[in-house]
């Protein structure tokens, strides 16, 4: 069984950067499309970007250009955000994509003056 814990996130200003991580057990980066998804107040998850086994990326329009995913050897997969604006407000969440494990608790991500 695989369990996501997410971490890293915290309240900033708008404009200002911020790096959150994702570990899994069970080793499943090297086999899996894995992907970082957030929900915002009142919305729908929703996925923000994605990373292939061999590396390749894919992100949302709202974040692409300030958003990257990145894994390493370690069983870690960031998100590094970059010129936060108050829309990114959300809980983020990683899993495979498509999902197929259970989510973890997520990582809140408050950007607010």
């Known amino acids: 069984q695989v369990v996501f814990v997410e971490s890293g996130g915290h309240l900033v200003q708008p404009g200002d950067s911020l790096r959150i991580s994702c570990t899994a057990s069970g080793g499943i980066w090297s086999g899996y499309f894995m992907g970082w998804y957030r929900q915002g107040p009142g919305d729908q998850r929703n996925m923000v970007a994605r990373?292939?086994?061999?590396?390749?990326t894919v992100y949302a329009d709202s974040v692409k250009g300030r958003f990257t995913i990145s894994t390493d050897d370690a069983d870690t997969m960031y998100l590094q955000m970059n010129n936060l604006e108050p829309e990114d407000t959300a809980v983020y969440y990683c899993?495979?994509?498509?999902?197929?494990?259970?989510w973890g608790q997520g990582t809140q991500v408050t950007v607010s003056l």
């Open positions: 899993n495979s994509v498509p999902v197929v494990y259970d």
């Open positions: 990373i292939t086994p061999t590396g390749k």
